[in-house]
Nanobody
Framework: QARLVESGGGSVQAGGSLRLSCAAS????????MGWFRQAPGKERERVAV???????SYAESVKGRFTISQDNGNNTLYLQMNSLKPEDTAMYSC?????????????????WGQGTQVTVSS
């Protein structure tokens, strides 16, 4: 009924780049918002980047200028281009989809989640 599958994670040295992808398939709902979230051990999950149905985007202050969120024309594949990676970016990265009307650029109003892909940045 709902499936989000991330790919593209891996291990890189500081200053390197990675591009994450998320293929979303959700039956019975149109996807209104998609976003990337991350969680490091011992820390709470945090918003990384969000894109809404109008193409508007939001970013965590810590990644702004380094990361770029985008999606294809059919809104079924989400991407996160990550440049100038830092050790502090090390985390499990998950994509999420929001299917209900409401605010989502703040990281709220997401109903479906993928399993995540690990990103490890070494110093």
């Amino acid at each position: 009924q709902a499936r989000l599958v991330e790919s593209g994670g891996g291990s890189v040295q500081a200053g390197g780049s990675l591009r994450l992808s998320c293929a979303a398939s959700i039956i019975t709902y149109n996807i209104l918002c998609m976003g990337w979230f991350r969680q490091a051990p011992g820390k709470e999950r945090e918003r990384v980047a969000v894109i809404d149905s109008y193409g508007r985007t939001s970013y965590a202050e810590s990644v702004k200028g380094r990361f770029t969120i985008s999606q294809d024309n059919g809104n079924n594949t989400l991407y996160l281009q990550m440049n100038s990676l830092k050790p502090e970016d090390t985390a499990m990265y998950s994509c999420a989809a929001g299917v209900l009307t409401g605010v989502c650029l703040n990281g709220n109003n997401f109903q479906y989640w993928g399993q995540g892909t690990q990103v490890t940045v070494s110093s």
